[in-house]
């Protein structure tokens, strides 16, 4: 008889360190690609990473599992999710040429929404209460808020689309949040962590690097920031955060996790307001924070509970 698989758990202090970790690392992520966009492409700087985390995971991969590695069921789903995974990352990058780092952080990170919508409807407990459907409402208000509240015309320098660029966002969310849910419906829940990521970075390079030098996008610039960029999304991001993330999918309700994701647009409009003197405008401001009381709402209800009934 086969063993049970281990119930996901509520956060704890583990989680909640990780996270915050997390989400300062993906927080500047952004940033990391918007600083040196002029000289490497942002889908060039995302395949390259994408490439150096595929060649370390493949190695350690190889080394722990040997020649039975993709023979464990996980190929299939691990190709779906890769390719999700690369559209997600080719929304990024494209959406970087229209749109500010800030708006960005913002409309990616609505990915716990999508994810908590998905989960719902595939995995009993990850059902929905009635304070998660509010959450839910108050983010997509704040999403046509944030879309139809901008105060900063098309075409200003370093946005010239805006409103393209925030749509691309919105579609990378969407694509984070059903890799979320692809991850927990397939075998690759129990799969180990780099594994998961392996496929995830190996397709995502092989298309992100056939897409940069199809459209004209494959130079690289070798100035120092330019190096120094791609090193830190390659290691930090790409590889070290990922692998994290992955392994806290495996230990705690996803829906629940993602309860301290909202810091991550907030260090990410912070960091391109700070470091790419990004403009602001009311009305991303009012979505955003909108957004982020949604997602809150979403991923904190049962912390919520919890807190009321302790009042009590």
């Known amino acids: ?17 990780a996270m915050l970790l997390l989400c300062v690392c993906w927080g500047f992520q952004q940033i990391a690609i918007k600083l040196v966009a002029a000289d490497v492409s942002p889908i060039m700087q995302i395949g ?5 985390a595929a060649l370390v995971l493949a190695c350690a991969v190889a080394r722990r599992e040997g020649l039975r590695a993709f023979g464990d069921g996980t190929l299939l789903p691990g190709l779906i999710v890769g390719l999700l995974f690369a559209g997600e990352f080719l929304f990024v990058a494209q959406g970087l040429v229209h749109t500010t780092a800030s708006h ?21 407990e990850e059902r929905l209460k009635p304070l998660q459907w509010m959450g839910v409402a108050v983010a997509f208000c704040g999403i046509a808020v944030a879309f139809l509240g901008k105060g900063q015309p098309a075409g200003s320098a370093g946005a010239p689309n805006m409103l393209l660029g925030d749509a691309m966002g919105l579609l990378a969310g969407l694509f ?13 829940s129990e799969a180990a962590p780099a594994k998961t990521l392996f496929y995830q970075m190996a397709v995502a390079a092989i298309a992100l690097l056939a897409y940069a030098a199809a459209t004209g996008n494959a130079g690289f610039r070798y100035t120092q920031a330019a190096v120094l960029s791609v090193a830190f999304q390659s ?7 990922y692998l994290a993330w992955f392994w806290l999918l ?14 991550t647009p907030l ?5 391109g307001v700070l470091i790419l003197d990004e ?34």
């Not at 495996?250 to 810091?263: G, Q």
């Open 176 to 188: 984070w949040g059903a890799t979320t849910v692809a991850i927990r419906k397939t075998s690759l």
């Open 267 to 271: 260090f990410g409009v912070s960091f």
């Open 1 to 17: 008889m086969s063993a049970a698989k281990p119930l996901r758990q509520p956060l704890d202090g583990l989680a909640t360190g």
């Open 48 to 52: 390259l990473r994408s490439a150096f």
């Open 104 to 124: 960005m952080s913002v409309f990616l990170y609505t990915a716990p929404i999508f994810a908590a919508l998905g989960l719902h409807w595939l995995l009993p």
């Open 235 to 241: 290691v930090m991001v790409a590889l070290s955060s």
């Open 279 to 312: 403009p602001l405008d009311a009305g991303f401001v009012l979505g955003a924070l909108l957004v982020l009381a949604g997602i809150t709402l979403v991923s904190g209800a049962e912390l919520l509970r919890e807190k009321l009934r302790r009042a009590r």
């Open 250 to 263: 495996r230990r705690y309700l996803a829906s629940r996790l993602s309860v301290l994701s909202f810091m």
